[in-house]
């Protein structure tokens, strides 16, 4: 019995997690990017005491002000690889949506697991534990995240200069632009009768999530406010399911517009 063809767009998408494989093997964004998360792992071993205890906390730093960097020019140089080619691989037929979740399934491969090694340093020197393997999770998920938000940044802005630069527009914006700017507002008449508006600014952005997350619930640190106000107790009471939700909204949103851009016009 012939064995069953395999549809054109699976074949598609197959062959390009291979090639995506074989060409990120010689990116220096993937290289930088695994050994910052190395030399983070390490990190914790050289604190005095408990390094399982301590590894959260230097991994939520490592991700923040790192991993978070090196996720977005990963991904926007895997949509750069491709960049002189382009034209010519979407004249023919080839389906644009496998092509992209191919390329999107590679760098899952690669960075989701690279969150490992913020963690296996410090469970080989104290055991694996709850808040050792959320913070791997969570950091994993957000580098996913930012990987594919990288991936749409790269295939609307096809310069390497102009990209770059706009990748690090992004990234200040999201780890520092959005807390300067609710913080600038915190004591504004208007924020102080509206409270739950502060707090889904800050619940829309992905990495102040995550920090929320691993300070709050994971790290289980002391909430000062004596009322944090309606929303915010549902966040801190539903901080897990909410930390996916986000990260699905903002991988599925960055996916469409990665999907988008390879249908625009190719630049001249």
């Known amino acids: 019995m012939r064995p069953r063809p395999r549809p054109h767009a699976i074949a598609t998408l197959a062959a390009t997690v291979r090639r995506e494989?074989?060409?990120?093997?010689?990116?220096?964004?993937?290289?930088?990017?695994?050994?910052l998360a190395g030399l983070a792992g390490l990190l914790p071993l050289f604190t005095p005491?408990?390094?399982?205890?301590?590894?959260?906390?230097?991994?939520?730093?490592?991700?923040?002000?790192?991993?978070?960097?090196s996720a977005l020019v990963l991904g926007l140089s895997a949509a750069h690889g491709e960049?002189?080619?382009?034209?010519?691989?979407?004249?023919?037929?080839?389906?644009?949506?496998?092509?992209?979740?191919?390329?999107?399934?590679?760098?899952?491969?690669?960075?989701?697991?690279?969150?490992?090694?913020?963690?296996?340093?410090?469970?080989?020197?104290g055991g694996v534990s709850r808040p050792l393997a959320a913070t791997a999770a969570a950091a994993a998920g957000l580098s996913v995240t930012l990987s594919v938000v990288g991936l749409a940044l790269g295939l609307w802005v096809r310069d390497h200069v102009r990209?770059?630069?706009?990748?690090?527009?992004?990234w200040l914006a999201l780890v520092f632009g959005t807390d300067l700017l609710l913080l600038g507002i915190a004591?504004?008449?208007?924020?102080?009768?509206?409270?739950?508006?502060?707090?889904?600014?800050?619940?829309?952005?992905?990495?102040?999530?995550f920090r929320v997350t691993v300070l709050f619930v994971i790290e289980d640190a002391a909430w000062v406010p004596d009322e944090p106000g309606r929303l915010a107790s549902w966040w801190l009471s539903h901080a897990v399911a909410w930390l996916v939700a986000i990260f699905a909204a903002w991988t599925i949103a960055g996916f469409a517009a990665a999907l988008a851009g390879t249908r625009r016009r190719i630049d001249a």
């Open 21 to 35: 494989l074989a060409a990120q093997r010689l990116n220096r964004c993937l290289h930088a990017h695994l050994a």
């Open 49 to 69: 005491g408990d390094a399982a205890g301590a590894a959260p906390l230097w991994s939520l730093q490592a991700t923040l002000y790192g991993l978070s960097l």
């Open 187 to 209: 004591g504004s008449p208007w924020v102080e009768g509206h409270p739950s508006a502060w707090v889904a600014v800050l619940m829309a952005n992905p990495i102040d999530a």
């Open 163 to 170: 990209g770059l630069l706009l990748t690090l527009g992004v």
């Open 83 to 125: 960049s002189e080619e382009r034209e010519l691989l979407f004249a023919q037929p080839v389906s644009r949506g496998a092509w992209l979740g191919g390329k999107a399934a590679a760098l899952v491969a690669l960075v989701a697991p690279a969150a490992l090694l913020l963690v296996v340093p410090a469970a080989f020197a």
